[in-house]
């Protein structure tokens, strides 16, 4: 019975996919880890929480300067694979556009550093990480290409050695300037990054080089240019309010509560996007194109997926549960321990979170834009408005409360929005 159980898990493509993405997935959590640590020790809670601010501010720029254009060069690639012509019309398309946003972020950060430094930071004493990231943004959008054309075209084990080598040169360069510099170390590592991501890409230059001989600003195409960016729209709301959120919902924790419970929150966030990982490699590398060439259905896809991932996942969730108190020790330090009573409302949110992101690719592979953003723009306000209403109540803990019910109501918005391709019988797909 025992074996049975193992060859079917072994004929599973998401498995087959995992196991090719396995190695990725531990470099990232080990480098993650050390990052964590690191920042554990040489800035202590109250430095997390700035970093924090930080890295919820690039992580806004980079989704907005790359998350459109990605997901819309990974399901054209995906869908004209086989046809060279519009293949090459793809990838030209794609090239030029992360080279036009790559120039546009680096000229709004030079302009515009001093603002963004007293929005972060609340003082312009660190407006040079903006100016510094003004010329590191470029190598984003162009990483961020390369690895997008590899996805669409399922080169899953070049994806697996670029991201493995940008994961390890990350952490490198984070750890080294943290360890020099502290808490400025920090932050500057985290504008430095980029480089570090398109030095990566000279571990497959051989897949590099035949992704470049497709591209020609001569067979670009309008209407792929069109189709691309007309991906922006679906995460230009997304891609700059969640972050926003998160700073916003951070900053009143800060006020509210304490910076050192700020920073318990960052940590417990941390160590969500460190088990959340294999869940979104497998959403991006796995579902997304599957939903794009639409084969099987979606209720069958999305079935699929719950019915091999979610018991797995109910597995490892009461394991990390259960080693809370080890898990903050060995990630961060015995600083952290307050944070142990964050974990169960976090783990709560964070199943029904990725009940909710599956069905939320369809909205992607769809095009579906206008359902997209009203549904994201309820679930950002949701996740305010109740973060900050439980906060007043619980404290910080209010916060992890609040993802958690956030979470359920939006799984139960989507299976609404959705309701006829689950729910209703012979649904022509």
């Not at 640590?37 to 300067?65: D, E, H, R, T, Y």
Request: hydrophobic content about 60%; proline content about 2%.
């Amino acid at each position: 019975m025992l074996n049975s159980f193992w060859n079917r898990v072994r004929a599973n493509a998401i498995f087959k996919v995992a196991s090719l993405n396995s190695l990725s997935l531990f470099v990232r959590l080990i480098s993650g880890f050390a990052i964590s640590k690191f920042m554990a020790v040489f800035i202590g809670p109250s430095g997390m929480a700035l970093s924090g601010n930080l890295g919820n501010f690039f992580q806004s720029l980079q989704n907005l300067s790359s998350i459109g254009f990605k997901n819309g060069v990974i399901k054209y690639i995906a869908e004209f694979k086989e046809d060279e012509h519009r293949l090459k019309e793809a990838i030209s398309s794609g090239f030029l556009i992360s080279v036009l946003i790559g120039l546009l972020s680096c000229a709004t950060l030079f302009l515009f550093g001093n603002s963004f430094s007293l929005l972060v930071f609340s003082t312009k004493e660190y407006s040079f990480l903006f100016k510094i990231s003004a010329f590191t943004m470029p190598f984003f959008t162009v990483h961020v290409f390369f690895l997008a054309v590899m996805n669409g075209l399922k080169k899953v084990k070049d994806l697996v050695i670029v991201n493995v080598a940008a994961y390890m040169i990350s952490a490198i360069l984070i750890i080294l300037l943290m360890g020099r510099n502290q808490l400025e170390g920090a932050l500057l590592a985290i504008v430095l990054t980029p480089i570090a991501l398109i030095f990566s890409l000279l571990f497959r230059l051989s897949m590099v080089k035949e992704i470049i001989q497709y591209i020609s600003f001569f067979t670009y195409s309008k209407s792929f240019l069109l189709k691309i960016t007309s991906f922006f729209s679906m995460t230009l709301v997304s891609a700059i309010m969640f972050p926003v959120i998160f700073i916003l919902i951070r900053n009143y924790i800060i006020s509210n509560v304490g910076t050192e419970e700020a920073g318990f929150w960052e940590g417990i966030r941390k160590i969500s996007n460190y088990y959340m990982l294999f869940v979104y490699s497998m959403l991006e590398i796995y579902l997304l194109p599957l939903l794009a060439e639409n084969k099987k259905g979606f209720k069958a896809i999305v079935f699929s997926f719950y019915k091999s991932l979610l018991p797995f996942v109910i597995f490892v969730f009461l394991l990390i549960f259960s080693l809370k108190v080890l898990i903050v020790k060995i990630v961060l330090t015995k600083a952290f321990l307050p944070m142990e009573n964050l974990f169960l409302w976090q783990l709560i949110g964070d199943f029904f979170r990725i009940v909710f992101l599956t069905i939320s690719y369809q909205f992607i592979a769809k095009k579906l834009i206008k359902m997209y953003i009203l549904c994201e723009v309820v679930y950002m306000m949701l996740l305010y408005f109740i973060s900050v209403y439980f906060i007043d109540l619980f404290g910080v803990i209010g916060a992890v409360k609040a993802h958690a019910l956030t979470c359920f109501i939006y799984m139960l918005i989507l299976f609404l929005v959705f309701r006829n391709e689950f729910f209703r019988k012979n649904v022509v797909e």
